[in-house]
Structures are given as C-alpha cells and as structure tokens.
T-cell receptor, first 111, second 114 residues
Framework: AQSVTQPDIHITVSEGASLELRCNYS??????LFWYVQSPGQGLQLLLK??????LVQGIKGFEAEFKRSQSSFNLRKPSVHWSDAAEYFC?????????FGAGTRLTVKP | GAGVSQSPRYKVAKRGQDVALRCDPI?????LFWYQQALGQGPEFLTY????????KSGLPSDRFFAERPEGSVSTLKIQRTQQEDSAVYLC????????????FGPGTRLLVL
C-alpha cells in the first residue's frame, strides 16, 4: 500500500541549532515529493519539491531536502533554526494526482 | 487571482444538517483538489477535478459527500446529513495542470458538527 511516514510526531530544538525532519515513503516508482509547512490558523505553504535530477533540493526560508532512493527517504534539513520556524511540517507524495501526506511533525523552537 | 479562497472559514452545523463549502481556485488553474484534515492529522485526499471533470473521488468517505465543479472554476463540496465525525478542516488546493506543478492551498473551512 502507498504510504508516507513521518516517524517523529514532535521535535524540540534550540534556536540556532540544526534541524532534520524525517520522511519515508512507500511507492512502486519514484513519485513527486514535497514538504509543506503549516502555521497555526494558516494554510499549507510549499517549502520545496523534488521531481527528478539533483537529489538535493533547495527551498524557501533556508530549508533543503535530500532524496535518497535507496532509503526511500526525503528528509528536510535546516542548518540554523529560527523561532519563526515553529510550525507543523508535512511531507507529501504525489503519485498520479493522488497526493498523500504524512501525519506531520510539530516543531517547537526553544529560545 | 491572489490565491485560493474558501468560504465560509468556519461553519457550525447541527448533526443531520446539510452543508456546502465553497472553493475559489487561482484563476486559470486546471486542477482542483479537496482534502479533509482531522485535528492533529495530515490532510487526506478526498477528490480531484481537472476542469469540470471529476477524475478521482476515491477519497470521499461516504455517499453523503458530494463535490462538483460545473464550469471548471469554482467548486463546492457538499456534505449531507452531517455527522460528528465529519468535524474537520476542509482544504481546497488548485494547480495549473501537471503533477509537477505546485498545489496552492486555501486557508480551509473549519467544520464543527454538534
């Protein structure tokens, strides 16, 4: 069955520390991969996406993600977290117009 | 247009009542999606339109849910005889066309069924 897994429900990091949010997917072929962020009361905003080519993709707000086919992973990273990054992060996979989201990882940033 | 808009932003319904949720996609966007997001969960796909054609409705949870996009622009998600388990945020997204394009999400309609 097609699925997207975000193993970490909640992560807390200190401001200025590095961040990595994990995402694993289960699909037959390489789907299109996305990371979205959702702040309280806000809509989903696209951070970055991967379709093909370079496996390291750059996004907005200093985020990047690396696609690893052998691990079926698409982890999101940021070298230095800002307090404004506190939000819910969703990994998503689009397989033939069927977008599936992970359950999300809630990021808390400590001052 | 500026972005995807949805109305109403909040809806309180009594159990058994019918509700209609509206989505105005970005002008010129061919594809339109509806999702249901329960509290503390990720969005779950409900249905997908390409222009006025509903190409996938596999995510609609029951026959009480009905979506339409008669002129290929505005879409309405209708829920008949609402139940408490229908309480969720309903998100609409639009996209220019292909799956490689970005889906732009609206702010959602928060439905509470009492």
């Amino acid at each position: 069955a097609q699925s997207v897994t975000q193993p970490d429900i909640h992560i807390t990091v200190s401001e200025g520390a590095s961040l990595e949010l994990r995402c694993n997917y289960s699909y037959g072929a390489t789907p299109y991969l996305f990371w979205y962020v959702q702040s309280p009361g806000q809509g989903l905003q696209l951070l970055l996406k991967y379709f093909s080519g370079d496996t390291l993709v750059q996004g907005i707000k200093g985020f990047e993600a690396e696609f690893k086919r052998s691990q079926s992973s698409f982890n999101l990273r940021k070298p230095s977290v800002h307090w404004s990054d506190a939000a819910e992060y969703f990994c998503a996979v689009d397989n033939n117009n069927d977008m599936r989201f992970g359950a999300g990882t809630r990021l808390t940033v400590k001052p | 247009g500026a972005g995807v808009s949805q109305s109403p932003r909040y809806k309180v319904a009594k159990r058994g009542q019918d509700v209609a949720l509206r989505c105005d996609p970005i002008s010129g966007h061919v594809s339109l999606f509806w999702y249901q997001q329960a509290l503390g969960q990720g969005p779950e796909f409900l249905t997908y339109f390409q222009n006025e054609a509903q190409l996938d409705k596999s995510g609609l949870p029951s026959d009480r849910f009905f979506a339409e996009r008669p002129e290929g622009s505005v879409s309405t998600l209708k829920i008949q005889r609402t139940q408490q388990e229908d309480s969720a945020v309903y998100l609409c997204a639009s996209r220019r066309q292909g799956a490689w394009e970005t889906q732009y999400f609206g702010p959602g309609t928060r439905l509470l069924v009492l």
